[in-house]
């Protein structure tokens, strides 16, 4: 059996850079209602995100969590796939961002790992260099855009990458056994409960091989990692995230991935 741990982000007293997610573009989130076989709920979900940078104007601009109903967000979604070039089955998943991730920075961070998001994070040179060097699987790597402030132009600035984690564990097992609802089909979200799960395991049968990932659905905002990650990347060599053993989790009614 694979051991997996859950990666979560962690001071440990060190001073993390000041950042935030400096990106309008992407999908809304959805108020499903108003057409034939909708599950009547308000939902984004912000763990999906696309890296290609669109055309000028061919994405709308949304304030975080805005959402719109439902035969909005589906004529969006068909503006999204053409201008993406994007196949016409690509599901585009309400609070999905798009494009390359900005951020604002006013001082020097002591810590090689920022959390700026669920999907992924962003790390400093010597960790992408050590994360590499062991050929570690499960994400796709992009370039950071860095804004500084005034009084950071002159100083000296690591060099920042983002990891997107695409490694998949599709369903976790667990006690007791998760029970998968039927999807929306205007939306595609499944309701999930909000209870405690024992012996979350990994079915090596779904999981594709990576060495960090995400289960869908329930645990779907959670980031894992195998024990060759753990190994290759020991906490007391870099600062910035620690590992959990897995054992119960609480199950979340905020995240809606297949």
Request: with cysteine; proline share 7%.
């Amino acid at each position: 059996m694979t051991t997996i741990y859950r990666i979560t982000w962690a001071f440990r007293g060190k001073m993390p850079a000041s950042t935030y997610i400096d990106s309008d573009l992407g999908m809304p989130g959805i108020k499903c209602e108003g057409l034939p076989g909708c599950c009547g709920v308000t939902w984004s979900d912000a763990t999906a995100r696309i890296m290609t940078v669109p055309p000028p104007g061919t994405c709308n601009k949304y304030e975080f969590g805005a959402c719109v109903p439902a035969e909005v967000f589906l004529k969006q979604a068909e503006k999204t796939r053409r201008a993406l070039n994007l196949p016409g089955d690509y599901e585009l998943l309400p609070g999905l961002n798009i494009g390359r991730l900005h951020i604002k920075c006013s001082k020097v961070t002591t810590l090689v790992m920022e959390w700026p998001a669920l999907y992924g994070f962003i790390v400093r040179e010597d960790l992408l260099n050590a994360i590499e060097k062991h050929g570690l699987t499960g994400f796709e790597k992009s370039e950071v855009v860095v804004k500084r402030t005034a009084s950071m132009l002159l100083k000296p600035f690591p060099k920042f990458t983002e990891i997107l984690v695409t490694g998949k564990g599709g369903w976790a097992r667990t006690d007791p056994p998760l029970v998968i609802e039927p999807a929306c089909p205007v939306c595609g979200r499944r309701p999930t409960d909000n209870k405690d799960y024992q012996n979350i395991e990994l079915d090596e049968s779904q999981w594709d091989g990576s060495d960090i990932f995400r289960f869908e659905h329930t645990f779907g905002g959670y980031i894992f990692v195998t024990q060759r990650w753990v190994d290759s990347i020991p906490e007391s060599k870099f600062d910035g995230f620690e590992y959990e053993s897995v054992g119960t989790m609480l199950a979340t009614r905020r995240k809606f991935l297949r």
